[in-house]
C-alpha cells in the first residue's frame, strides 16, 4: 500500500539555520508529493507540492523535489524564522486518482530567537 | 466566514454523553472529509462525502456516526466513546473526492477529550 515514512522526533534549532526534513514515501504507482504545515491551533495548509519526478515545490522560501530514484520528498529552508515554527507533514496522494491522501506522522519544529 | 470552519473548538465529555461535530465549508466545494490525529499517529482518514453520499467509511467504530445534509455542512455525531477516541477531529473539503488530486482545505478542527 501507500505511506509516507518522516525521521522521528521534533527539531529545534536556532533562526536562520538550514532547515532540513526527511521524507520517504512508498507508492505502487506515481503520486502526487506534498508537505503541509499546522501551525498552533489551526488546522493543515497545503505548504507546496510536486506532481511528477524531479518537479520542485516551492513556497515561503520552503523547498522539495520529487526524487522518484530515492522516493524522497525531502523539504529544506535555508533561514528559518520564529514564525516557521510549526508541525510539518509529508503526504501523498493515492495514484488510483481518488483524491485520498496518506501522511506520516509529522515533525514538529521549533525555532529558537 | 471563509473557508472551512468547525465547531464546537474544545469538547471534553463523558462516556456515556451524546455530542455532535459540526463542519462548514464555504468554498463551494463537493467533497468532504472527516480525519482523526492523535498524538504520535499519522492523519487517520475517517469519512469522505461526495455530493452528500457516503463514499469512504475506513473502518471507523459505529460510535461516530456522520451525517452530510448538505454540500457544505457535515456532521460527526458522537456516542458511548472510549477515552482513546480523545484525539484532534479535522474537518477538510476539496473541489471533487475523485479524478485528479485536488487540494483538500482543512478547518482548525475540534479538540475532543473523553473522560
Known amino acids: 500500500g501507500n505511506s509516507v515514512t518522516q525521521m522521528e522526533g521534533p527539531v529545534t534549532l536556532s533562526e536562520e539555520a538550514f532547515l532540513t526534513i526527511n521524507c520517504t514515501y512508498t507508492?505502487?504507482?506515481?503520486?502526487?508529493l506534498f508537505w503541509y504545515v499546522q501551525y498552533p491551533g489551526e488546522g493543515l495548509q497545503l505548504l507546496l507540492k510536486?506532481?511528477?519526478?524531479?518537479d520542485k515545490g516551492s513556497n515561503k522560501g520552503f523547498e522539495a523535489t520529487y526524487r522518484k530514484e530515492t522516493t524522497s520528498f525531502h523539504l529544506e529552508k535555508g533561514s528559518v524564522q520564529v514564525s516557521d515554527s510549526a508541525v510539518y507533514f509529508c503526504?501523498?496522494?493515492?495514484?488510483?486518482?481518488?483524491?485520498?491522501?496518506?501522511f506520516g506522522k509529522g515533525n514538529q519544529v521549533v525555532v529558537i530567537p | 466566514e471563509t473557508g472551512v470552519t468547525q465547531t464546537p473548538r474544545h469538547l471534553v465529555m463523558g462516556m456515556t454523553n451524546k455530542k455532535s461535530l459540526k463542519c462548514e465549508q464555504h468554498?463551494?466545494?463537493?467533497?468532504m472529509y472527516w480525519y482523526k490525529q492523535s498524538a504520535k499517529k499519522p492523519l487517520e482518514l475517517m469519512f469522505v462525502?461526495?455530493?452528500?453520499?457516503?463514499?469512504e467509511n475506513n473502518s471507523v467504530p459505529s460510535r461516530f456516526s456522520p451525517e452530510c445534509p448538505n454540500s457544505s455542512h457535515l456532521f460527526l455525531h458522537l456516542h458511548t466513546l472510549q477515552p482513546e477516541d480523545s484525539a484532534l477531529y479535522l474537518c477538510?473539503?476539496?473541489?471533487?473526492?475523485?479524478?485528479?488530486?485536488?487540494?483538500?482545505?482543512f478547518g482548525p478542527g475540534t479538540r475532543l477529550t473523553v473522560l
Open positions: 462525502y461526495s455530493l452528500e453520499e457516503r463514499v
Open positions: 510536486a506532481t511528477k519526478a524531479d
Open positions: 468554498l463551494g466545494h463537493n467533497a
Open positions: 503526504a501523498l496522494s493515492d495514484p488510483g486518482g481518488n483524491n485520498r491522501l496518506a
Open positions: 477538510a473539503s476539496s473541489q471533487n473526492s475523485r479524478g485528479a488530486y485536488n487540494e483538500q482545505f
Open positions: 507508492a505502487t504507482g506515481y503520486p502526487s
